[in-house]
Protein backbone atom coordinates (compact mmCIF):
# COMPACT_ATOMS: atom_id res chain seq x y z
CA UNK A 1 0.00 0.00 0.00
CA UNK A 2 1.69 3.36 -0.83
CA UNK A 3 0.39 6.58 1.02
CA UNK A 4 0.55 9.93 -1.07
CA UNK A 5 0.75 13.55 0.45
CA UNK A 6 -0.01 16.14 -1.73
CA UNK A 7 1.36 19.70 0.02
CA UNK A 8 1.95 23.38 -1.75
CA UNK A 9 -1.65 24.58 -3.12
CA UNK A 10 -2.72 27.80 -2.32
CA UNK A 11 -4.29 31.01 -4.16
CA UNK A 12 -1.46 33.18 -6.53
CA UNK A 13 -2.10 35.86 -8.85
CA UNK A 14 -2.15 35.05 -12.80
CA UNK A 15 1.47 34.70 -13.93
CA UNK A 16 2.90 33.48 -10.92
CA UNK A 17 4.62 30.08 -10.17
CA UNK A 18 3.55 27.62 -7.30
CA UNK A 19 5.46 24.01 -6.57
CA UNK A 20 3.01 21.27 -5.31
CA UNK A 21 4.94 18.28 -3.72
CA UNK A 22 4.13 14.94 -3.10
CA UNK A 23 5.44 12.52 -0.60
CA UNK A 24 4.97 8.89 -0.67
CA UNK A 25 4.84 6.52 2.05
CA UNK A 26 6.97 4.39 0.17
CA UNK A 27 9.63 3.45 -2.42
CA UNK A 28 8.42 4.42 -5.73
CA UNK A 29 10.87 4.59 -7.70
CA UNK A 30 9.67 1.82 -9.93
CA UNK A 31 5.97 3.62 -10.28
CA UNK A 32 5.23 5.65 -12.86
CA UNK A 33 4.12 9.24 -10.79
CA UNK A 34 1.44 11.64 -12.24
CA UNK A 35 -0.20 14.67 -11.20
CA UNK A 36 -3.99 15.39 -12.31
CA UNK A 37 -6.28 18.11 -11.55
CA UNK A 38 -9.95 18.54 -11.42
CA UNK A 39 -11.68 21.33 -11.41
CA UNK A 40 -15.20 21.91 -10.08
CA UNK A 41 -18.15 20.25 -12.46
CA UNK A 42 -14.87 19.17 -15.13
CA UNK A 43 -13.74 15.47 -15.12
CA UNK A 44 -10.22 14.70 -13.54
CA UNK A 45 -8.06 15.19 -16.27
CA UNK A 46 -4.51 14.12 -16.85
CA UNK A 47 -1.49 17.33 -16.27
CA UNK A 48 2.14 15.44 -15.86
CA UNK A 49 4.07 12.18 -15.20
CA UNK A 50 7.30 10.91 -14.88
CA UNK A 51 9.03 7.49 -14.51
CA UNK A 52 12.24 6.68 -14.14
CA UNK A 53 13.43 4.12 -17.08
CA UNK A 54 16.86 2.70 -17.97
CA UNK A 55 18.46 5.67 -19.59
CA UNK A 56 16.92 8.29 -17.33
CA UNK A 57 13.32 10.18 -16.42
CA UNK A 58 10.66 9.80 -18.93
CA UNK A 59 7.67 12.82 -18.77
CA UNK A 60 4.61 13.28 -20.48
CA UNK A 61 2.75 16.31 -20.42
CA UNK A 62 -0.98 17.62 -21.51
CA UNK A 63 -0.75 20.10 -24.43
CA UNK A 64 -2.36 22.58 -21.67
CA UNK A 65 0.46 22.56 -19.16
CA UNK A 66 3.50 21.95 -22.08
CA UNK A 67 6.19 24.49 -21.50
CA UNK A 68 4.56 25.89 -17.84
CA UNK A 69 4.96 23.10 -15.53
CA UNK A 70 7.74 20.82 -14.91
CA UNK A 71 7.26 17.48 -12.78
CA UNK A 72 10.41 16.25 -11.19
CA UNK A 73 11.08 13.20 -8.75
CA UNK A 74 13.46 12.68 -5.83
CA UNK A 75 13.50 9.16 -5.71
CA UNK A 76 15.84 9.35 -2.30
CA UNK A 77 12.74 11.35 -0.57
CA UNK A 78 10.20 9.34 -2.35
CA UNK A 79 8.95 13.14 -3.18
CA UNK A 80 7.28 14.24 -6.90
CA UNK A 81 7.03 18.09 -7.41
CA UNK A 82 5.01 19.74 -9.77
CA UNK A 83 6.29 23.43 -10.61
CA UNK A 84 3.97 25.31 -11.87
CA UNK A 85 5.37 28.87 -13.88
CA UNK A 86 3.07 31.38 -15.68
CA UNK A 87 -0.25 30.40 -14.16
CA UNK A 88 -3.67 31.26 -15.59
CA UNK A 89 -7.15 31.06 -14.23
CA UNK A 90 -8.08 27.89 -16.52
CA UNK A 91 -5.33 26.27 -14.15
CA UNK A 92 -7.51 26.70 -11.25
CA UNK A 93 -8.34 23.20 -9.65
CA UNK A 94 -7.61 20.47 -6.98
CA UNK A 95 -4.09 18.87 -8.08
CA UNK A 96 -3.99 15.20 -7.33
CA UNK A 97 -0.89 13.17 -6.74
CA UNK A 98 -1.26 9.68 -8.14
CA UNK A 99 0.91 6.17 -8.82
CA UNK A 100 0.79 3.77 -11.13
CA UNK A 101 2.93 0.52 -10.07
CA UNK A 102 4.51 0.06 -13.40
CA UNK A 103 6.33 2.68 -15.81
CA UNK A 104 4.13 2.03 -18.39
CA UNK A 105 2.69 5.68 -20.26
CA UNK A 106 -0.75 6.06 -19.51
CA UNK A 107 -3.19 8.98 -18.91
CA UNK A 108 -6.03 8.06 -18.10
CA UNK A 109 -6.95 8.68 -14.22
CA UNK A 110 -8.82 4.85 -13.69
CA UNK A 111 -4.85 3.50 -15.02
CA UNK A 112 -3.27 4.60 -11.30
CA UNK A 113 -3.53 2.32 -8.65
CA UNK A 114 -2.78 5.04 -5.90
CA UNK A 115 -4.20 8.62 -5.08
CA UNK A 116 -3.61 11.66 -2.48
CA UNK A 117 -6.51 13.42 -0.90
CA UNK A 118 -5.83 16.33 -3.33
CA UNK A 119 -4.25 19.92 -2.70
CA UNK A 120 -6.61 23.36 -4.09
CA UNK A 121 -4.66 25.38 -6.35
CA UNK A 122 -6.84 28.95 -7.11
CA UNK A 123 -4.88 31.23 -9.89
CA UNK A 124 -6.51 34.60 -9.41
CA UNK A 125 -7.16 37.02 -12.58
Known amino acids: QVQLVESGGGLVQAGGSLRLSCAAS???????MAWFRQAPGKEREFVAA??????????DYADSVKGRFTISRDNAKNTVYLQMNSLKPEDTAVYFC?????????????????WGQGTQVTVSS
Open 98 to 114: AARLDILSRRGPYEYDY
Open 26 to 32: GRTSSYR
Open 50 to 59: AAVVWNGVNT
